[in-house]
């Protein structure tokens, strides 16, 4: 079995070697082998022409990787943790996501994000931001859950003529494994991870697993819930999401990220304009408050979605 962080050093070793354009920017990426070791090896592999190392400076990272880009490389950049891509903001939603409608010039390159919480880390080292980079046209975002879709996505982000925010869940890194199958799904399409037919919890990354949690929960009552994985944010498969909500008449989207402006928010408002005749109840969410994640992990997993949460709406969504 491998692990979620075994699976993308996997794919980031499988693509420099059928590759040559691919490498790799970021703190301590080399000899340390990245802050959580998603890079050992590489630089041993590889040599240091293609796992650079650099100094604490996102912007520098992101803004070398746009300039490799256009020139025909394909750079894969690590933040140590996500929050800190807000140091090369600027770069990402003006310069990469823009340059191909301004200037026809493709920009393929990854950026993986160490996100979410879970973990005692605090306000400045949990951040989900995806919401940050949803309303910039031009930067798909991805956010694997299981150890198959951490190797395929990042192997599908790497691949892309556009830049692509790849949304990697620190909590899942030694406890989620599983099996590496192939290449993986394509990005924007979604996934059913437990078929149902009396409610849809909607999720991604790290509240996927809370969903089934929920699910087997909800299964002992004889409510048989059926549970989606988004894999991709942006896009999103609003299809198969939409198809999934309109049999079972009832929607619950689940978001480890901040209630206001999330990728919950959009899911939501766009299944209550797409399948509003078919629904029983009004699409819901449980996500984050929007307050700063506590440093203290009892705080931090009292705000938390939690598998409690998610029985307990999904209990009044089916009363309603």
Known sequence: MTSYVDAIRRALHDEMSRDERVFLIGEDIGHFGGAFKATKGLLERFGPQRVVDTPIAESLIIGTSIGAAIRGRRPVAEMQFADFVSCGFSQLVNNAATFHYRLGVSVPMVVRLPAGGGLGAGPFHSKNPEGWFGQAPGLK????????????????????????????????????????GGEGAPIGRAAVRRPGRDLSLVSYGNGVGLCMEAATGLAEEGIEAEVLDLRSLVPWDWETVARSVGKTHRGLVVSEASRFGGVAAEVAASLNELVFEHLDAPVRRVCFPDVPVPAAPALENALRPDASRIISEARELLAW
Request: glycine letters at 4%; a negative charge.
């Open 141 to 180: 975002i991805v956010a694997p859950t299981t150890v198959e879709d951490a190797y395929g996505l990042l192997i599908q982000a790497i691949r892309d003529p556009d830049p692509v925010l790849y949304l990697e869940q620190k909590y899942l890194y030694r406890r989620s494994r599983g099996e590496i």
